[in-house]
């Protein structure tokens, strides 16, 4: 759907330089999607493997964030191949919606209540990021993160249009449960792509 060089907004590797690759095609439908324009597959050009290699090795940093739409609604083994052999590190956002597939070297999975992750993906993930919309998000977040593995880290991460009310909730929630991280999507306050 479209590609960016810039810098990783959220979770572990905020702060970091990446180049984006956002992929079209999403059925999960989270009402507040910031994205939703990635949904319809159909709606954007279809662009081969080797020119997105190109374009995403252009730059100096070799962190690739495979992003979408959902990107696993894609087999992914040749992309993230082609990328590992051009020297890239190859991260992924996913909803965990759809098995696995590809070669990475970080693997972010924000679970969705409209398409519930598989737990074989969620075996896989290096970090856990919740969205925090409403009040019972906490819960839910508690029981993802009774389903990944014992160094995945936790994040928790405010939907943007409820930041303000959410945040203090989440700052005392991370206080009492020190296992847990802030996330922000700092990239919306650095007015970046
Ligand atoms: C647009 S999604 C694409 C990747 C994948 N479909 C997913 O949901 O993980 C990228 C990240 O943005 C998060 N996100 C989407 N809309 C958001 C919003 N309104 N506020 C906060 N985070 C949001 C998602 O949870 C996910 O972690
Ligand atoms: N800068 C920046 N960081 C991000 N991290 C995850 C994003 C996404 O939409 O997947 C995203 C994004 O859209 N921009
Ligand atoms: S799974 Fe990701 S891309 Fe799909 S609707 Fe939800 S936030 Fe948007
Ligand atoms: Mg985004």
Known sequence: MEQFYTIQ???????????????????????????????????????????????????????????????????????TAALHAAGCQNWIETSGAYPLTGQWDWICVSPKKFKAPLPSVLQQAHELKIIIFNKSDFQWAEQHAALVGEHTRLYLQPEWSKASQMMPLIVDYVKENPRWQVSLQTHKYLDIP
Request: glycine content about 12%; overall charge negative.
């Open 9 to 79: 907004g959220e979770g572990y590797n905020t702060g970091r330089a990446a180049y984006f690759l956002r992929l079209g095609g999403c059925d999960v439908g989270c009402v507040w999607c910031d994205v939703k324009e990635s949904w319809d597959a159909d709606a954007h050009p279809r662009v081969a493997i080797a020119d997105m290699v190109t374009a995403a090795t252009a730059n100096a940093g070799r962190n690739v964030v495979i992003t979408g739409g959902e990107p696993l609604m894609h087999d992914l083994t040749q992309l």
